[in-house]
């Protein structure tokens, strides 16, 4: 069986059946995040706030293709990562509201 995000057993059966043994999505910000996806064994990477919500989407997205494609080429990783821009921001956990409803005496 194919591996994938957990709880995905139809996308597991899809990707066994093209061929695909692991594909990643989460945390991939970077072109070198994709590399190295690339370098673990990853048949695949799927990249979506991370690109979005960078500075620069058009840039990051290109980018994050060519080091996905050249995942063993240091000079391209290095060229294609420059003068990207900001990368998609984090949230600052002790900031926020607490989501849940607060239970006990």
């Not at 970077?30 to 190295?36: C, G, K, R």
Request: glycine share 10%; hydrophobic share 45%.
């Amino acid at each position: 069986m194919a591996k994938v995000r957990i709880g995905h057993f139809v996308e597991a059966q899809i990707l066994e059946a093209i061929g695909v043994y692991y594909i990643d999505e989460s945390e991939v910000l970077t072109p070198a995040d994709a590399a190295l996806m690339m370098q673990l064994g990853c048949d695949g990477i799927f990249v979506g706030s991370g690109i979005f919500k960078s500075d620069n989407p058009e840039k990051r997205a290109k980018a994050i293709v060519k080091a996905t494609t050249h995942f063993k080429d240091p000079e391209v990783l290095a060229k294609v990562s420059e003068n990207l821009g900001g990368a998609m921001s984090g949230l600052e956990i002790s900031k926020l509201e607490t989501e849940f409803a607060e239970r006990g005496w």
